[in-house]
């Protein structure tokens, strides 16, 4: 078998958490390569291509759709061209919500509308709120605020200045993320494998690496792990078994979990928590559904 690994040009050096994948592989006589998802490659001369650290993508979208849509004519692609499209636009929250998965309260901004954030947080009875971008990651043009008047004036400074371009979802702040954190489920071809715990620096929301942010292995409590297979089970019926999946989780003052974000085109597997078992975990099902 002869394996893709689609990452990108400008990987930072310090990313190292798939060598234990790599070494995986090599044990399973998987042959692989990495490379930039933009380069001139023939992708056709492998078996599959794993979409890994393509982290460049979401300034260069149109760019990118473009190429899932011309590899997977070339190859088998993971996940499947379907999903990763459906998945890149932050819309399927809704979908998800509106499938019964408890997602946070929401309220969807979309482009071109004009919206008055004063009146929505008074009508939700929200006392903060977080705004993020439906195309975006790594925290951004997110912004969080409570209800002072200069906070309501940057959120609408915001709202105005994004809506114009792109869509937007507003939800309150639930700021159990700052002391909790985010936790993550793993799963390959829906079996869990591990679980992480990512918590920002004193004071911030942010549970990137990029910003200071520290990770921890976690086991998912019963209700996380109830969302999560209700999530999996209804994308498979629509688009196939996933052969990957990072579900995140954020929590309500009460403890109630909501599923914050499904990782399905380029999550980082957290590979350094789920130990060599992880990887022989995902080799072992890539293996499966090849054939």
Known sequence: MKLAIASCANLPDWEKDDVLFFEA???????????????????????????????????????????????????????NKEVMLWNSHKRYLKELEDNGIAIAPSEWLLQGGKYDVAEIMARRGWNKG????????????????????????????????????????????????????????????????????????????????DYGAKDYPYELSDAEKMVADKALSWVAERFGRLLYARIDFLHDEDGQAYLNEMELIEPSLFFRHGGKASCQLLTQKLLQQMN
């Open 130 to 209: 977080f705004i993020k971008p439906l195309i975006g990651a790594n925290a951004r043009e997110c912004c969080r605020f409570d209800l002072s008047a200069k906070n309501l004036e940057i959120a609408q400074k915001h709202i105005d200045r994004l809506t114009p371009n792109e869509d937007l979802v507003l939800q309150p702040y639930l700021s159990s993320v700052e002391k909790f954190g985010e936790t993550s489920g793993i799963f390959f071809d829906h079996q869990f494998s591990h679980g992480t715990r990512k918590i920002p620096v004193t004071g911030d929301f942010r549970v990137q690496d």
């Open 25 to 79: 592989l090599i044990n399973q006589k998987i042959e692989h390569q990495v490379l930039a998802w933009d380069a001139d490659v023939d992708w056709s001369q492998f078996d599959a291509c794993l979409i890994r650290t393509t982290w460049d993508y979401q300034e260069r979208f149109p760019e990118f759709t473009q190429w899932i849509e011309s590899v997977s004519q070339q190859t088998r692609l993971f996940n």
